[in-house]
T-cell receptor, first 114, second 115 residues
């Protein structure tokens, strides 16, 4: 069975400071890892993904994520947070042996204060 | 514009009254899926479809039905809704290259209340 853990319900940072939203995963096969963002009253929007190759993945809006196979982690990062980054963030995993199943974490609410 | 369209956005119904939530995508995606979002539980997969006439259960399929007669449509059917199905529902679609490496495209959600 596959699973995703986002250990922090809430992350608070000041505008201009770096941010990290944590994610760890478990799959049987090779992982395909994704980050999505959800703004109020909207569906989820894709931010970035890791499939294979470089462990540091760059995505939309200046976000990046680092894949660490030994720690089974895929933490989302941004060097300088904006107030507009405040939203709900979800980490998700798909297993290359079972492409139909998508498992999401419980979500982390990011609040960036001016 | 490429999009996933869900209807209705809001639905209030009573226990036992059959309902259907529609989902349509215009991106020619093979894969479609339904999720429910509940506070503190993230998104949980209800059903998914790898292509027309191919559907499979997700993690929480009890009380739901789906069908995939056409590539663009993937309706979610609640034959006899119960209050524990009160939730925010999302439909999503993606291409299906080998291994499922394509990101999901989500609709804007349907907020269902069952009284």
């Amino acid at each position: 069975a596959q699973s995703v853990a986002q250990p922090e319900d809430q992350v608070n940072v000041a505008e201009g400071n770096p941010l990290t939203v944590k994610c760890t995963y478990s799959v049987s096969g090779n992982p395909y890892l994704f980050w999505y963002v959800q703004y109020p009253n909207r569906g989820l929007q894709f931010l970035l993904k890791y499939i294979t190759g470089d462990n540091l993945v760059k995505g939309s809006y200046g976000f990046e994520a680092e894949f660490n196979k030994s720690q089974t982690s895929f933490h989302l990062k941004k060097p300088s947070a904006l107030v507009s980054d405040s939203a709900l963030y979800f980490c998700a995993v798909r297993d290359d042996t079972n492409a139909g199943k998508s498992t999401f974490g419980d979500g982390t609410t990011l609040t960036v204060k001016p | 514009e490429a999009q996933v369209t869900q209807n209705p956005r809001y639905l209030i119904t009573v226990t036992g009254k059959k309902l259907t939530v529609t989902c349509s995508q215009n991106m020619n995606h093979e894969y479609m899926s339904w999720y429910r979002q509940d506070p503190g539980l993230g998104l949980r997969q209800i059903y998914y479809s790898m292509n027309v006439e191919v559907t499979d259960k997700g993690d929480v399929p009890e009380g739901y039905k789906v069908s995939r007669k056409e590539k663009r449509n993937f309706p979610l059917i609640l034959e006899s809704p119960s209050p524990n199905q009160t939730s925010l529902y999302f439909c999503a679609s993606s291409l299906v290259p080998q291994g499922g490496s394509s990101p999901l495209h989500f609709g804007n959600g349907t907020r269902l209340t069952v009284t």
